[in-house]
């Protein structure tokens, strides 16, 4: 860059606007530097600089340019709000805010200082406060679609989403091409379980540009719900192809395939979802999910382990750790992460019937029946605690009330082979052998196969002194 030496600061400013406009910022920021060296006091020059610096991503040196322009001319709104603007790209936030608002006091009625302002409150989750921010930025321009997008965030945020939802449709109405509000739009209605209107809202972030990866992802979580598998699966897929370090979509890849039975496919889904967010406890779940619907139970453990490591608040983890265990026969640790759900949640149903079915196996009959009778105080109709329950009385030989338990099931499930085999073995131990017959036949009728009916069935025949072919 070659000038006269008497060149004034004017025409430094005028050759960096120009090289700025043409996007050689390079260039333009020796301009500014020329500038600022016939002029030391120019805070335009400062400004301009600040505003290349921020093109080339020069943050912590655009901040010091700004800072400079400010300083110089304490009255200059636009310096004080992308000074607000680079420190919220450093995430200092609280000072960011601080910019802003002089930039508003400087000038009240700028529509961008104080929609950035809306933006740092929404990051400090200030966010009834950010609503008037985005609310004011409306008053001064409503026919903005930013603003009616920010707007739309902050009310997500504060779970009001019909408020959200008419927000978004606002900002559409503006520009019906605005693929983040499409987008978002979907994001608050698969929050209210509207996962067709969600699947039609990413249709149309991807109309608007077919490359946005979180709206193939979005795409695939509400197919999901939708109950269509291998849709989900396929769009999950296209999202990885478009950025193959997107952790959701790894995720949801892997939900879909869990539905659909393929847990080994699933299984890697999850594995690659976690070498990119190592902390997700859900992923960590879903991988020992997996792992335990293919036996791999010691390494579904682990992986229920790490996930409690990130959420030790996990109740269905804790139980699912805990029926692990089980399954590797270590029924005292089963029992003990029973407890610790029942810590968390003591109206878990699931953990009272689990931890039963563990102090089963350690014989420990008197507390199993007080957890099976727990579960059945929060969930009366769950014939599998009935039915258990009525075992471990049998263990104690408390025959009575195993009958009543098996009628109690009975009503609820009449044809439920196990209970009245277990109601026939009581009645055989009560020596009430007519009864006995009679309920070993309903048995057999409902499940011809089943051998431990036949053998009592001979039994009871012979107690009753009845031929066999009775």
Same mark, same amino acid.
């Given at each position: 860059?070659?000038?006269? =030496?008497?060149?004034? #600061?004017?025409?430094?400013? $005028?050759?960096?606007? +120009?090289l700025s406009n043409n996007e050689q910022y390079e260039e333009a920021g020796e301009a500014y530097n020329m500038a600022i060296a016939c002029d030391?006091?120019?805070?335009?020059?400062?400004?301009?600089?600040?505003?290349?610096?921020?093109?080339?991503?020069?943050? =912590?040196?655009?901040? #010091?340019?700004?800072?400079? $322009?400010?300083?110089? +001319?304490?009255?200059?709104?636009?310096?004080?709000?992308?000074?607000?603007?680079v420190l919220g790209k450093l995430q200092r936030y609280e000072e960011a805010l601080a910019a802003s608002c002089q930039a508003i006091a400087i000038e009240p009625r700028k529509v961008s200082a104080w929609q950035y302002k809306g933006y740092v409150l929404e990051e400090l989750e200030r966010y009834e406060e950010a609503l008037e921010a985005y609310d004011q930025e409306i008053a001064l321009d409503s026919d903005t679609a930013t603003a009616w997008y920010g707007k739309g965030n902050i009310l997500d945020r504060l779970s009001r989403y019909d408020e959200a939802l008419a927000a978004y449709r606002h900002a559409l109405s503006f520009d019906p091409d605005y693929a983040a509000a499409w987008y978002n739009n979907g994001c608050t209605l698969e929050k209210q379980e509207r996962y067709e209107e969600a699947l039609t809202s990413y249709d149309e972030v991807i109309r608007c540009d077919p490359g946005h990866a979180p709206a193939w992802t979005g795409r695939g979580y509400a197919l999901e719900e939708l109950g269509r598998y291998e849709e989900a699966c396929a769009a999950h897929k296209h999202a990885i192809l478009l950025d193959p370090n997107d952790a959701a979509a790894w995720y949801g890849k892997g939900n879909a395939l869990t539905e659909l039975g393929r847990n080994e496919e699933a299984l890697a889904a999850y594995?690659?979802?976690?070498?990119?967010?190592?902390?997700?406890?859900?992923?960590?779940?879903?991988?020992?999910?997996?792992l335990d619907e293919l036996h791999r139970y010691s390494e579904a453990v682990q992986a229920y382990s790490r996930s409690l490591?990130?959420?030790?608040?996990?109740?269905?983890?804790?139980?699912?750790?805990?029926?692990?265990?089980?399954?590797?026969?270590?029924?005292?640790?089963?029992?003990?992460?029973?407890?610790l759900a029942l810590d968390l949640d003591p109206e878990d149903a699931?953990?009272?019937?689990?931890?039963?079915?563990?102090l089963d196996e350690l014989h420990r009959y008197e507390e199993a029946v007080q957890a099976y009778c727990r579960s059945l105080e929060i969930s009366p109709d769950d014939t599998d605690s009935w039915l258990n329950m009525g075992m471990a009385l049998y263990n104690l030989e408390r025959y009575d009330e195993v009958i009543d338990a098996c009628d109690i099931s009975l009503e609820i499930s009449p044809d439920d082979?196990?209970?009245?085999?277990?109601?026939?073995d009581a009645l055989m131990r009560l020596k009430q052998y007519e009864e006995a017959l009679w309920t070993y036949n309903r048995v057999l009728a409902?499940?011809?196969?089943?051998?431990?009916?036949?053998?009592?069935?001979?039994?009871?025949?012979?107690?009753v002194r009845r031929c066999p072919c009775c």
């Open positions: 860059m070659e000038k006269s =030496e008497n060149i004034c #600061a004017e025409d430094w400013i $005028a050759e960096g606007d +120009a030391p006091d120019s805070a335009t020059a400062w400004y301009n600089k600040g505003n290349t610096l921020l093109f080339l991503d020069r943050y =912590e040196e655009a901040l #010091a340019a700004f800072d400079r $322009a400010t300083a110089i +001319a304490p009255e200059f709104a636009s310096a004080w709000y992308n000074k607000g603007y594995t690659r979802a976690l070498e990119i967010d190592p902390e997700d406890a859900s992923a960590w779940y879903n991988k020992g999910f997996a490591e990130i959420n030790p608040d996990d109740t269905l983890a804790w139980d699912s750790m805990g029926v692990c265990l089980m399954n590797l026969e270590q029924f005292e640790e089963a029992a003990g992460a029973f407890d699931s953990a009272w019937y689990h931890k039963g079915c563990a082979a196990d209970v009245w085999s277990i109601r026939g409902i499940d011809p196969e089943h051998a431990h009916a036949w053998y009592n069935k001979g039994i009871a025949q012979n107690k």
